[in-house]
């Protein structure tokens, strides 16, 4: 009976600890308005693609984190990205490429985002802006 107890109890612990690692993590969601990009025909949406990158995981990793414009009306790419919650209260740099078929366009400086434990959603901002 004990063992029942004890083998229950771990069960318990262990799921309940898987839960609240994955409920701790945050869930940004990256946007990038490609309007001027699109009207300076910088970027073609049917061959071009718009990567995500930066300094911690998963932004750093062999696998391309891709935005996809969801609503092509509005020329917005959107890409989602969950951290680990040890993160939580770091502060981020990141920043977007343009890989074209002629080459990739990387912007001049990097962004910086604090997480703050919070699930969040970024505005829309320019590619290559300057002014952040």
């Given at each position: ?38 009207q ?23 696998n ?66 300057t002014?952040?």
């Amino acid at each position: 009976m004990y063992k029942n107890i004890i083998k229950f109890s771990l069960v318990l612990l262990l799921s309940i600890s898987g839960f609240v690692s994955a409920a701790a993590q945050t869930t940004v969601t990256f946007n990038l308005d490609m309007k001027r990009a699109l009207q300076d025909s910088l970027f073609i949406p049917s061959t071009d693609k718009v990567i995500l990158v930066g300094d911690v995981r998963p932004l750093n990793e062999i696998n391309e984190i891709y935005l996809r414009d969801e609503e092509p009306i509005d020329s917005v790419f959107t890409a989602e990205v969950t951290f680990k919650r040890y993160l939580d209260g770091d502060q981020i740099s990141y920043n977007f490429v343009l890989d074209t078929q002629l080459k990739k366009y990387e912007e001049p400086r990097s962004r910086s985002l604090r997480l703050s434990g919070n699930d969040m959603i970024l505005p829309p901002i320019q590619f290559g802006a300057t002014a952040w």
